[in-house]
């Protein structure tokens, strides 16, 4: 006669653990919980992107109405005011051209995302995005705290999905962030806030003053 233990092996059947083969899958082409966290911090770092947008596009217009100030008293020959004018536009600049950058960053790390839900590689894709958007959350916590906060529990989440990756494919260790992969997407996205900051922003008359490299560092 059989045993109830028997009848409860056949009904509900223990996993088997995963072998090599299957640790390796799971590493390359991630399990669905861990698509789904892929996902949903893809989709937070859209929303980010976005507000970020907002905020450069409204700086822009600010931008724009102080420099016409700044030509009229030129035109009035009002040198005190348009000096005046065009120290709010260096500072307002230099604010802009650190949300620029953090914009580009977030740019360049949602398609790197994007490409790893794809493509697969969680542990190696994913380490160096992580170090990214901790830097990110530090650059942007003083300037747009909301922003800086959201960064921080989209970081958290792909931290999660990195360890759970390690669990899956039978490495324990902690992740490691690889600096040197996270240093080139920050020193990129720098660069293309200079850019599009030469581009699309008119240059002030050298006369009056401007954010130092000293000023815009810090």
């Given amino acids: 006669m059989a045993k109830a233990e028997d009848f409860s092996k056949i009904w509900n059947p223990q996993p088997k653990s995963p072998g090599i083969r299957e640790k390796i899958k799971n590493t390359i082409n991630p399990p669905p919980p861990l ?24 700086m822009k217009e600010r931008d724009r109405s102080l420099f016409e100030k700044v030509v009229q008293a030129q035109v009035e020959k009002d040198s005190t005011r348009a000096a005046m004018y065009a120290s709010e536009v260096a500072e307002l600049r230099k604010l802009t051209k650190s949300l620029v950058m953090a914009k580009a960053a977030v740019e360049k790390v949602t398609l790197r995302l994007e490409t790893i839900m794809v493509m697969g590689d ?36 792909l931290e999660s999905v990195v360890t759970e990756a390690g669990e899956f494919s039978g490495f324990m260790s902690a992740p490691t962030v690889y600096n040197e992969e996270t240093r080139k997407i920050l020193e990129e996205a720098a660069a293309i806030a200079e850019q599009r900051m030469r581009t699309e922003f008119p240059e002030l008359p050298s006369s009056f003053p401007q954010a130092s490299p000293q000023q815009e560092n810090k």
């Avoid at 698509?35 to 980010?48: C, D, E, I, M, W």
């Avoid at 995005?129 to 989440?157: F, Y």
């Fill in 35 to 58: 698509r789904q966290k892929l996902a949903l911090a893809l989709y937070k770092l859209k929303v980010q992107n976005n507000k970020l947008e907002y905020i450069i596009a409204k």
């Fill in 122 to 157: 969680v542990l190696v894709g994913l380490t160096p995005i992580v170090g990214v958007i901790k830097d990110l959350r530090r650059h942007l916590v003083g300037l747009v705290p909301e922003i800086g906060l959201e960064m921080a529990e989209i970081g958290e989440l």
